[in-house]
């Protein structure tokens, strides 16, 4: 059964809980009239999208990113926080990151270059480099990790990040899965990506370095969106969990 949605945003029904830091009972949210999903759409312009390294972004939300820039003219700021120097020489990916994020047409990209894979002894600075770009920005939607996510520097930028936004008004957090995220995600809102399902694709091949890898191979990306989609009447679709929200 197709979940009801505007253009393809749906808030998923199922109640979802854990977390503190809520403005909104999510509970609330989930039951948004249609008029008041297309009010929010409509006032997001300005996405700040946090990832750990080279491509965790695109993976996680790029045909998101794509549907929203498409449809609402919103302006893209990325922060990659490290270079991924771990997996590929650090130039290497940071110029594959570049030339993604020349092709999405982002509004500005920040490389913080921390060391890959230690980002939980630099929390402090992180924080404040977050702050930092939050307070140029001033976005009012951000993308960034889970907190159930497995990898060590995923979960530093999710940390980081809520610390940072502590004292900001953003319209809202939401959380994104990574190819280390624990089943137990809860997604309470899907954006069907089925038109820019080929792009999404596209884009991930200019991560040369990385394509190998089982979770950026074309059938992980393809079995991936295609599970999320099934379970909404979708056919491709990437799934989330809003974090907070002042909606
Ligand atoms: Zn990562």
New binding site residues.
Partial sequence: MRNEAHSGFGFDRRPCGGFGVVHRPLNQIANLSREEKIYIMNTINKILCI???P??IELACVGSLLKLKAQYNCKIHYVVCTN?ELKKAGGTRKFEQKTVCEKLGVSSIKFLGFPDSHLHLYLNDLIREIEIISDKVNPNLVFTHTNLDH?Q??LAVFQSTVAALRNMSVGAIILYP?A?HRKSVETNLVIDISDFFTKKQEVLDLFKSQRNNWYLTPTFVSNFASSMGIQFGFRYAEGFQIFSATW
């Fill in positions: 990832g750990a390294h491509d965790d991924g990898h520097d995923h990574s280390n």
